[in-house]
């Protein structure tokens, strides 16, 4: 019984701070925008801890990590090792840390009306791409 006691607190003080690392991100995005800081509150409320970072410009961001034009959003997030552009639902973001694929990032192009942080009502499905290509890696 003690046995199997402390290898249960073995696996969780291990296993807690990798699943924590996964899920600590950096937002970068212009000061005063409402839309970005509504998904910042979304990607908390679903177990990420945020750090935002206002910047006046944001294209020295997006040309660090390639971002082309058409699937720039108006902020940029570093996540696990990925970038991912605009207002991707956090249950993607969580597909895209679980399943490691060998891409550079993944966005949601457009601020689409029911997105995470942005007003309106979701009228068709969200397709995410994968960064840099018009592959889609998700529907949501």
Request: proline content about 6%; some cysteine.
């Amino acid at each position: 019984m003690i046995r199997t006691i402390l290898a249960a607190l073995v696996v969780l003080v291990f296993a807690t701070p990798a699943a924590a690392q996964n899920k600590t991100a950096v937002m970068y995005k212009a000061a005063g925008c409402g839309c970005c800081d509504g998904h910042a509150d979304h990607l908390r409320a679903n177990g990420y801890k945020v750090r935002v970072v206002e910047l006046a410009d944001l294209a020295p961001i997006k040309k660090k990590h390639s971002v082309p034009e058409a699937q720039a959003g108006c902020h940029t997030i570093e996540v696990g090792g990925y970038v991912v552009e605009g207002h991707v639902p956090a249950k993607i973001i969580d597909k895209l840390l679980a399943e490691k694929p060998a891409i550079k990032g993944i966005s949601l192009p457009g601020m689409p009306d029911g997105s995470p942080g942005m007003s309106g009502t979701k009228t068709e499905p969200f397709k995410i791409e994968v960064l840099g290509t018009k592959k889609v890696f998700a529907v949501d």
